[in-house]
C-alpha cells in the first residue's frame, strides 16, 4: 500500500502534473506528449519491500496555462487530473506545484514533509525526457509519502524507468 502511493505519486509528477480530478481536455495543446514510469519503494513503516510500481499516460500543456493528464497505474486504476502552470495546491501531508523552469522544461514539485519530490519534463522538437528526483529537507534522514494509512516512512525511492515521448 505504501509503495504503491509513492508510485503514484510519481506517476503524477513525471506528468507535472498533481492536482484535482476533472473531465475533459484542454483546448489549444502547445504540448502534448506519452509517459511511463516504473519504480520500487522500500518502506519501514509500513514494512513494505520491492514493491514494484508501473504508470503510463498522457498529457498535455495548453496555451492559457492548464495542464491534463490521464494516467493508468497498477495502484489506482484509470484517473484524470487538471493543473494550472504557476499554481500551487495543498494536499494530505504537503502541497504541490507546477513551474516553467527553462524554455523547454516544465518542473513539478510536491512537498511532503521530509522530502520533495522533483520532476522535470522537456519537450525540445520531437524529443522528450523525464528526470525524477528525490531530495531530502536538511535534517531528515527518511524520505515519507502519503498514503491511504497516513505517513509512510522510507529509504530512498529508486525509479527505474522514466520515460516520454512528444505527440503530435
Known amino acids: 500500500m505504501v509503495k504503491t502511493r509513492f508510485v503514484y505519486a510519481v506517476a503524477l509528477l513525471a506528468v507535472s502534473i498533481v492536482m484535482s480530478p476533472v473531465s475533459g481536455r484542454a483546448a489549444g495543446d502547445v504540448i502534448r506528449g506519452k509517459f511511463s514510469v516504473d519504480g ?23 496555451t492559457d496555462r492548464s495542464a491534463t493528464v490521464d494516467m493508468s497505474s497498477n495502484v489506482e486504476g484509470m484517473v484524470e487530473y487538471n493543473g494550472k502552470l504557476g499554481g500551487k495546491i495543498e494536499l494530505p501531508n504537503g502541497s504541490a506545484s507546477l513551474h516553467v523552469a527553462g524554455r523547454h522544461t516544465l518542473r513539478a ?10 520532476v522535470d519534463l522537456t519537450i525540445i522538437g520531437n524529443s522528450c525526457s523525464l528526470k525524477v528526483e528525490n531530495r531530502l529537507k ?4 527518511q524520505y515519507t509519502f502519503h498514503t491511504a494509512i497516513g505517513l509512510a516512512y522510507c529509504s530512498k525511492p529508486q525509479v527505474v524507468k522514466a520515460e516520454c515521448t512528444v505527440i503530435h
Open 109 to 118: 514539485i510536491r512537498e511532503y514533509p521530509n522530502n520533495s519530490l522533483i
Open 138 to 141: 536538511r535534517g531528515k534522514s
Open 40 to 62: 520500487i519503494a522500500n518502506c519501514e513503516n509500513p514494512p513494505i519491500q520491492g514493491f514494484p510500481v508501473h504508470a503510463e499516460g498522457t498529457a498535455s500543456l495548453a
